[in-house]
């Protein structure tokens, strides 16, 4: 399969612990992008990537979320001291150039 | 931005016609997707208007008003199957914008 594929795919947490979320785009996409999706809502943009480099970051990701792609390939999502309004499904797109995103199943995180 | 307004939650019924409208701010905007989300998965794309006008593709068509900052997307012969979230994004030169989403409920 050469999809979005994204790891892992539940996560369940103690408020406090640090998570991190791994996405491998489709291989030849050069954008990958970040969102959160609460229930009843669009996806929230969070962040977004052309190759390696971190164009745009939401206002509204505090200083305890930081994402990386390091090699401009995979991308991580860490989520440190986690709080139970970070109770999200996190879900990753990537797409070649500014046409269609192609999503990830997501990453159900449930902090306790 | 790319503010984008949809109604929450429409009903059809089976075999008829429905129009999900979207409205969009017009600042760095460089196209306009739809999207369809069943409950519990991914989102996967229906189309991407760039240019003004009417797209059709099988029973779903799109269409896209630049100077209005207007979209709708239109389905066909409606089947229980069509019944999820379709989710309009503003596509800037960089970000993709998604509005909340438009929850369709198909009935019998």
């Known amino acids: 399969d050469t999809g979005v594929s994204q790891d892992p795919r539940h996560k369940i947490t103690k408020r406090g612990q640090n998570v991190t979320f791994r996405c491998d785009p489709i291989s030849e996409h050069n954008r990958l992008y970040w969102y959160r999706q609460t229930l009843g809502q669009g996806p929230e943009f969070l962040t977004y990537f052309q190759n390696e480099a971190q164009l745009e970051k939401s206002r509204l990701l505090s200083d305890r979320f930081s994402a990386e792609r390091p090699k401009g390939s995979f991308s991580t999502l860490e989520i440190q001291r986690t709080e139970q309004g970070d109770s999200a499904m996190y879900l990753c797109a990537s797409s070649l150039g500014d046409g269609e995103l192609f999503f990830g199943e997501g990453s159900r995180l449930t902090v306790l | 931005g790319q503010n984008i307004d949809q109604p929450t939650e429409m009903t059809a019924t089976e075999g008829a016609i429905v129009q999900i409208n979207c409205t969009y701010q017009?600042?760095?905007?460089?196209?306009l997707f739809w999207y369809q989300q069943h409950a519990g998965e991914a989102p996967t794309f229906l189309s991407y208007?760039?240019?003004?006008g009417l797209e059709e593709k099988g029973r779903f068509s799109s269409f896209l008003s630049r100077s209005k900052g207007y979209s709708y997307l239109l389905l066909k012969e409606l089947q229980m199957k069509d019944s999820a979230s379709y989710l309009c994004a503003g596509g800037g030169y960089q970000k993709v914008t998604f509005g909340i989403g438009t929850k369709l409920q198909v009935i019998p």
């Open positions: 017009t600042s760095g905007f460089n196209g």
């Open positions: 208007n760039v240019l003004d």
